[in-house]
Protein backbone atom coordinates (compact mmCIF):
# COMPACT_ATOMS: atom_id res chain seq x y z
CA UNK A 1 0.00 0.00 0.00
CA UNK A 2 1.01 3.53 -0.69
CA UNK A 3 2.75 5.26 2.53
CA UNK A 4 0.44 8.03 2.30
CA UNK A 5 -2.55 6.11 2.71
CA UNK A 6 -1.17 4.15 5.80
CA UNK A 7 0.15 7.60 7.51
CA UNK A 8 -4.18 9.01 6.74
CA UNK A 9 -4.80 5.41 9.06
CA UNK A 10 -2.65 6.08 11.69
CA UNK A 11 -3.57 9.89 11.49
CA UNK A 12 -7.69 8.91 11.96
CA UNK A 13 -6.84 6.25 14.54
CA UNK A 14 -5.62 8.80 15.96
CA UNK A 15 -8.22 11.15 15.87
CA UNK A 16 -10.50 8.62 16.62
CA UNK A 17 -9.00 7.71 20.13
CA UNK A 18 -9.12 10.98 21.42
CA UNK A 19 -12.48 11.29 20.59
CA UNK A 20 -13.55 8.54 22.37
CA UNK A 21 -11.87 9.83 25.30
CA UNK A 22 -14.82 12.80 25.21
CA UNK A 23 -17.44 10.25 25.52
CA UNK A 24 -16.02 8.77 29.04
CA UNK A 25 -18.59 9.85 31.57
CA UNK A 26 -17.09 12.47 34.16
CA UNK A 27 -18.07 10.30 36.94
CA UNK A 28 -16.21 7.38 35.92
CA UNK A 29 -12.64 9.77 35.29
CA UNK A 30 -13.06 11.12 39.16
CA UNK A 31 -13.17 7.92 40.36
CA UNK A 32 -10.06 7.30 42.77
CA UNK A 33 -9.14 4.12 41.04
CA UNK A 34 -8.85 5.23 37.79
CA UNK A 35 -7.14 8.18 38.44
CA UNK A 36 -4.59 6.40 40.43
CA UNK A 37 -4.16 3.90 37.76
CA UNK A 38 -4.12 6.90 35.48
CA UNK A 39 -1.52 8.68 37.35
CA UNK A 40 0.41 5.67 37.16
CA UNK A 41 0.73 4.62 33.91
CA UNK A 42 1.77 8.00 33.09
CA UNK A 43 4.92 7.67 35.41
CA UNK A 44 5.39 4.72 33.87
CA UNK A 45 4.76 5.75 30.52
CA UNK A 46 7.71 8.90 30.69
CA UNK A 47 10.07 6.19 32.48
CA UNK A 48 10.02 3.75 29.48
CA UNK A 49 10.45 6.47 27.03
CA UNK A 50 13.26 7.98 29.15
CA UNK A 51 15.21 4.59 29.05
CA UNK A 52 14.73 3.90 25.54
CA UNK A 53 15.69 7.47 24.72
CA UNK A 54 18.92 6.73 26.85
CA UNK A 55 19.71 3.36 26.05
CA UNK A 56 18.67 2.27 22.57
CA UNK A 57 20.19 3.28 19.08
CA UNK A 58 18.05 1.48 16.05
CA UNK A 59 17.77 -2.35 17.77
CA UNK A 60 20.34 -2.15 19.82
CA UNK A 61 21.89 -1.35 23.61
CA UNK A 62 24.14 0.86 23.40
CA UNK A 63 25.89 2.91 26.13
CA UNK A 64 27.50 6.57 25.71
CA UNK A 65 27.19 9.67 26.90
CA UNK A 66 23.60 9.86 27.15
CA UNK A 67 23.39 7.66 30.18
CA UNK A 68 25.88 10.03 31.70
CA UNK A 69 23.43 13.07 30.76
CA UNK A 70 20.33 11.09 32.48
CA UNK A 71 22.71 10.29 35.29
CA UNK A 72 23.33 14.05 36.13
CA UNK A 73 19.88 15.08 35.19
CA UNK A 74 18.69 12.25 37.94
CA UNK A 75 21.03 14.16 40.51
CA UNK A 76 19.61 17.36 39.42
CA UNK A 77 16.20 16.09 39.99
CA UNK A 78 17.48 14.59 43.48
CA UNK A 79 18.72 17.81 44.80
CA UNK A 80 15.44 19.48 43.72
CA UNK A 81 17.05 21.80 40.80
CA UNK A 82 14.29 23.57 38.35
CA UNK A 83 13.74 21.92 35.15
CA UNK A 84 16.03 24.48 33.09
CA UNK A 85 18.59 23.63 35.05
CA UNK A 86 17.98 19.90 34.90
CA UNK A 87 18.03 19.71 31.36
CA UNK A 88 21.08 22.21 31.37
CA UNK A 89 22.72 19.40 33.86
CA UNK A 90 22.03 17.16 31.40
CA UNK A 91 22.90 18.48 28.01
CA UNK A 92 26.33 19.99 29.92
CA UNK A 93 26.97 16.18 31.06
CA UNK A 94 26.50 14.87 27.40
CA UNK A 95 28.40 17.38 25.95
CA UNK A 96 31.34 17.39 28.54
CA UNK A 97 31.34 13.17 28.07
CA UNK A 98 31.44 13.72 24.07
CA UNK A 99 34.37 16.41 24.52
CA UNK A 100 36.13 13.25 26.11
CA UNK A 101 35.38 10.61 23.49
CA UNK A 102 32.48 8.99 25.39
CA UNK A 103 30.12 8.57 22.46
Given at each position: ??????IAIACALAYL??????????????????????????????????????????????????IGALAAAAVA???????????????????????????
Amino acid sequence: MNLWLWIAIACALAYLTKLVGYFVPAKLLQNPRIMHVAGTMTIGLLASLTVVNALASGQSVVVDARIGALAAAAVALWLRAPFLVVVLCGAAAAALLRLLGWG
